[in-house]
Structures are given as structure tokens and as C-alpha cells.
């Protein structure tokens, strides 16, 4: 059976649980994997090694997933699942453009402490880049953030800006990300700077999009 990010097999679930037994067992697998990949790296997890931590033969690992690709593909979902939520949590009470204008550099600022506190994540991020299918699933995810974003606050970008305010979200979802993978490589002096540039740019597009002009002081 193939063990690998890269190998072939599904990047899901061979099955999905319908009894309690079995989806207590699935998110077991998920726990022992998260924490192995944090303390060891993903390409030093073995499925073996999944099943011996977390407590059954390696065939019940296997019944559930073709392969570790797979494990990290419902690691992912359940990483963006998780995101997501908290994106809709943040920008369900904009109401203004300042609100949203603040809701840009605030988004970050969660996303960045998350990241932080859960250093086997970026792991997880950097395995998911490795993989064609579920780097295509990543860009795919920040497309619907972005738009989640956009349905909240386009009403006050004026229509004639839309598309291009549009396009531009897109870019900036996604630069938060690779300025965060970047800021938690670095000593935390160099990271706190990038951090403050990123905001700091994220912040004037935002300011001209939703207020119409650049803002004078960032």
C-alpha cells in the first residue's frame, strides 16, 4: 500500500463513518496524525506509525484511508472548515466601510495567533503545497474566503470598482497566506515587521476600495 503525500490513491476518505465507533476512530487517526506531523514533520510520518499511536492495527487505518495523502487531504478540509468558520465570524458584523476596512487587517491578525499556537499546521500547509490535487484544493478555498469576503462588503465599493475590487481580495487572500508561512520561518523581530508591511499594504487597498481613496496615514 502506498505511503506517501505524493503517491497514488484518493486524497479523501475511502469511506465515510455512519456509526459513532467509527468516525471516534477517524478522529483519533486525525489527532495522532496532526500531532505527529508537529513533533516530526510530515515526511517522517509513516502510517505504521499513525496506527501504533493511535491505538489499533494498521488495517483500521487503512480502511478509512487509501493512503497518508489522504489523511492530510481530511486534515485540510477539516483546517478549512475551521477557517471558514471563522471568517463568517468576523465579517457577519460589518456594517460600515470602516468596519470593513478593520475586518481585513483583523482577519489576519486571527489567522496569524491561530498559526502560532499551532505550529504542526503550517506543516500541515507546507504538505498540502507539495501535492498538485491538494494545492489546486488550497487555491480553490481561498477563492471561496475571498468571496465570502466580497458578499460582505461589495455594497460599499462603488459598482464601477467591483470587478477589480473582486480580483484584488483574491490576491490578498492569498499573499496572507504565503506572508504567513514567511513570517512563522523567520526570528520573531523579522516576522513582526512583515507582518506590520503586510497590514500595512492590505490595509490601503482595502481604505481605497472601500472609501475611495488611499488613506493618508496607515
Not at 115 to 131: G, V
Request: glycine content about 6%; aromatic content about 10%; overall charge negative.
Amino acid at each position: 500500500m502506498p505511503d506517501s503525500t505524493g503517491g497514488q490513491g484518493s486524497n479523501s476518505l475511502r469511506r465515510v463513518p455512519k456509526q459513532e465507533r467509527s468516525r471516534d476512530r477517524i478522529d483519533e487517526i486525525l489527532k495522532v496524525s496532526m500531532e505527529l506531523i508537529g513533533r516530526k514533520g510530515i515526511d517522517a510520518v509513516t502510517m505504521k506509525e499513525i496506527a501504533a499511536l493511535s491505538g489499533g492495527p494498521i488495517a483500521s487505518v487503512y480502511q478509512y484511508f487509501p493512503n497518508k495523502s489522504a489523511i492530510i487531504g481530511t486534515l485540510y478540509e477539516r483546517y478549512a472548515d475551521e477557517v471558514r468558520s471563522f471568517v463568517f465570524d468576523h465579517i457577519k458584523g460589518i456594517e460600515s466601510a470602516s468596519d470593513a476596512v478593520d475586518a481585513t487587517t483583523g482577519l489576519f491578525d486571527l489567522y496569524y495567533n491561530q498559526m502560532r499556537e499551532r505550529p504542526s499546521t503550517q506543516d500541515l500547509l507546507n504538505a498540502i503545497q507539495a501535492d498538485k490535487r491538494l494545492s489546486d484544493r488550497d487555491i480553490n478555498e481561498t477563492r471561496v474566503q475571498a468571496e465570502m469576503f466580497y458578499d460582505a462588503t461589495f455594497q460599499f465599493v462603488d459598482e464601477a470598482r467591483r470587478q477589480d475590487y473582486r480580483e484584488t481580495l483574491l490576491v490578498m487572500f492569498h499573499m496572507a497566506g504565503s506572508t504567513l508561512r514567511l513570517a512563522l520561518m523567520v526570528p520573531q523581530a523579522e516576522a513582526e515587521q512583515l507582518v506590520k508591511q503586510f497590514k500595512s499594504i492590505t490595509r490601503a487597498q482595502a481604505t481605497y476600495y472601500l472609501k475611495g481613496s488611499f488613506p493618508t496615514e496607515l
